[in-house]
T-cell receptor, first 114, second 110 residues
Framework: DSGVTQTPKHLITATGQRVTLRCSPRSGDLSVYWYQQSLDQGLQFLIQYYNGEERAKGNILERFSAQQFPDLHSELNLSSLELGDSALYFC?????????????FGPGTRLTVT | GQNIDQPTEMTATEGAIVQINCTYQTSGFNGLFWYQQHAGEAPTFLSYNVLDGLEEKGRFSSFLSRSKGYSYLLLKELQMKDSASYLCAVGGGGYQKVTFGIGTKLQVIP
């Protein structure tokens, strides 16, 4: 158990809909990362927050947005969903304030868009 | 930007040794990570190298050469449970940014 929690575990929704994925980082970790992993694909970095502020942006679509709240949990919002958005979405957290550091991954949310 | 290359698939025999290579090109470097990911599960951290040389941790070792942009993960005494994807990831190119390679799917056979 990494200490990172994600909800829900599974999500099935229709095209055009909007969903919110939630992540709670490990106790004490200030950084939260979001990744997308499609079937047989590598981890695609979406976005990173540190202590409530956006720090880095990867290949995140304009239909997707995220935020990190004062209690450090984070939400990833996916809207106008398309079939191609079906994937595993992982949240990870890390503790260091500077430089790259080991990330602890949550169990993921499996999103299926029908 | 970051560019990471690693073989997509490898097969090795139970009890043997396997070396998974990773080459990278980066605009900044804050260290190299190896993660293990079983199918449908979350990646788990294996090792971190920021200086050149070999880091050993039980059956797993990781090597880094910054001048060559090269790393490898060495797995000894392979077990069936080592069948998984091994992800090479490079830190750098942005504050705490880590870029993951596509992963090497290792199959351990009896």
């Amino acid at each position: 158990d990494s200490g990172v929690t994600q909800t829900p575990k599974h999500l099935i929704t229709a095209t055009g809909q909007r969903v919110t994925l939630r992540c709670s980082p490990r106790s004490g970790d200030l950084s939260v990362y979001w990744y997308q992993q499609s079937l047989d694909q590598g981890l695609q970095f979406l976005i990173q927050y540190y202590n409530g502020e956006e720090r880095a942006k990867g290949n995140i679509l304009e239909r997707f947005s995220a935020q990190q709240f004062p209690d450090l949990h984070s939400e990833l919002n996916l809207s106008s969903l398309e079939l191609g958005d079906s994937a595993l979405y992982f949240c990870a957290s890390s503790g260091q304030s500077g430089g790259a550091s080991e990330q602890y991954f949550g169990p993921g949310t499996r999103l299926t868009v029908t | 930007g970051q560019n990471i290359d690693q073989p997509t698939e490898m097969t090795a025999t139970e009890g043997a040794i396997v070396q998974i290579n990773c080459t990278y090109q980066t605009s900044g470097f804050n260290g190299l990570f190896w993660y293990q990911q079983h199918a449908g599960e979350a990646p788990t951290f294996l090792s971190y190298n920021v200086l050149d040389g070999l880091e050993e941790k039980g059956r797993f070792s990781s090597f880094l050469s910054r001048s060559k942009g090269y790393s490898y993960l060495l797995l000894k005494e392979l077990q069936m449970k080592d069948s998984a994807s091994y992800l090479c990831a490079v830190g750098g190119g942005g504050y705490q940014k880590v870029t993951f390679g596509i992963g090497t799917k290792l199959q351990v056979i009896p």
